[in-house]
């Protein structure tokens, strides 16, 4: 699972480099297939229930598992990508919000404090914790400057599947569910947004927006529990 995270975090990297105004979500996800190819491994979410893109591409109001498509990319734009592989039968899954070129301050203020609400979370991801000590500090984190938590889609276990138990809810109260032991990996991923937490289903049947059409972040990480504290085996390079 480590090299797995390794290569997925080479390949989020790539992409990161390859976004910016003029570029269609599509183009990314043919991007990233190169990629995966080339990494000798296998796209985790192509033909998933029918998915049929490598990456999911959400833009602006849309929080998650948007399709790729011809929609263009424009500066101001803020874009979440979410990307997984497996490698010798294991898998890896992160996901990044990226501006597109100079966004509006309230927009990087949503990227900041997504990301640190990550790492909040992550921290917390120790032996002898509870799982919902990461929820909850995930929930402090983000509710401090007045975002909101989506409910409907939450972090989880991984390792031979893509999706395995607990779910790892992104609000709720602390020393919750299972202790947490040295081997366990998760996928932490909160997903924000500027305003309402509620969210609907676009009419692809996939892309999951905000209720009330307002901006939304997402970002993911795996993360190995050691005894040594927790381990994020999808860390991009410098
Ligand atoms: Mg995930």
Redesign the pocket.
């Known amino acids: 699972m480590r090299e797995a995270g390794q290569i997925l975090g080479g390949v989020i990297h790539e992409l990161k480099g390859s976004l910016k105004s003029g570029v269609t979500t599509k183009a990314v996800d043919t991007i990233a297939e190169d990629l995966i190819q080339k990494a000798n491994v296998i796209p985790a979410f192509k033909g998933y229930r029918g998915f049929p893109g490598c990456v999911c591409m959400s833009v602006n109001h849309e929080v998650v598992h948007g399709i790729p498509n011809e929609r263009i990319l424009r500066e101001g734009d803020i874009v979440s990508m ?1 990307v ?1 592989i497996i490698h010798k039968d294991y898998y890896a ?1 992160t ?1 990044v919000t990226v501006g597109i070129g100079k966004i509006g301050d309230e927009l990087q203020q949503l990227l900041d404090v997504t990301r640190e609400s990550l790492h909040r979370g992550i921290e917390q991801a120790q032996v002898h914790n509870h799982l919902t000590d990461i929820s909850a500090a995930i929930q402090k984190y983000v509710e401090k400057f007045n975002f909101s938590i989506v409910k409907e889609f939450v ?2 276990g ?1 390792g031979r599947n ?2 395995e138990d607990p779910e790892i809810p992104n609000f709720g109260p602390p020393h919750q569910g299972p202790i947490l032991k040295a081997g366990m990996v998760f ?1 932490i ?1 909160p997903m924000v947004n500027l305003g309402t937490w509620q969210t609907r289903i676009l009419e692809d049947g996939w892309t999951v927006a905000t209720m009330d059409g307002k901006p939304s972040a997402h970002f ?1 990480h795996t993360v190995a529990i050691t005894k040594n504290g927790p381990e994020i085996l999808t860390l991009c390079p410098q």
């Open positions: 979410d997984g899954d996901a972090g989880h991984i893509l999706h996928a991923e993911e």
